[in-house]
């Protein structure tokens, strides 16, 4: 079945620690986004990524960073220097950076 | 700046009883509307995707529609598993930019 992935589903972590978040596709889109949720807002773009080996800022990309070194996959970092990591981050992927975004599962990360 | 508003910010219905769901946006050369449903704690789940003033989109018991500032969503005698937060989200002409509404919470009762 294709479909995007998200793990692990929760996710704690402490003070002054790094975070990775893994998404992967098996789709074969070219375009791939990540975006925070919080309560009572709307979806808020992190980093996206129109191909392989590229990717750019979104709205909210400080204390983030993230790699596209496959088609498949594009993890992201939550680094220590986010002050407020705690959200539901969600995954997406469309087949051009013009198309339909379809969405992961999402993780919930919560600072300890 | 590029804008989406849905409302209300939740809603409560009786089983059987129709409504709809209001999306107002203000997105330069608007591309592509799009709503979602969105189970708690899970990713959103893609319903419908409205081009141009008029497109009319339909699937079970919801029906989109989408005007030059507004779009809609329909529900026609819900069920309580249509129970969901629904999103829009609207895409400007630059392509890769989606603006996400907020979400109106949808509770029906059996």
């Known amino acids: 079945d294709g479909g995007i992935t998200q793990s692990p589903k929760y996710l704690f972590r402490k003070e002054g620690q790094n975070v990775t978040l893994s998404c992967e596709q098996n789709l074969n889109h070219d375009a791939m986004y990540w975006y925070r949720q919080d309560p009572g807002q709307g979806l808020r773009l992190i980093y996206y990524s129109q191909i392989v080996n590229d990717f750019q800022k979104g709205d909210i990309a400080e204390g983030y960073s993230v790699s596209r070194e496959k088609k498949e996959s594009f993890p992201l970092t939550v680094t220590s220097a986010q002050k407020n990591p705690t959200a539901f981050y969600l995954c997406a992927s469309s087949i051009t950076d013009r198309g339909t975004q379809y969405f992961g599962p999402g993780t919930r990360l919560t600072v300890l | ?110």
């Open chain 2, 1 to 110: 700046e590029d804008q989406v508003t849905q409302s209300p910010e939740a809603l409560r219905l009786q089983e059987g009883e129709s409504s709809s769901l209001n999306c107002s946006y203000t997105v330069s050369g608007l591309r592509g509307l799009f709503w979602y449903r969105q189970d708690p704690g899970k990713g959103p789940e893609f319903l419908f995707t409205l081009y141009s003033a008029g497109e009319e989109k339909e699937k079970e018991r919801l029906k989109a529609t989408l005007t030059k500032k507004e779009s809609f969503l329909h529900i026609t005698a819900p069920k309580p598993e249509d129970s969901a937060t629904y999103l829009c989200a609207g895409q400007n002409t630059g392509g890769f930019k989606t603006i996400f509404g907020a979400g109106t919470r949808l509770f029906v009762k059996a």
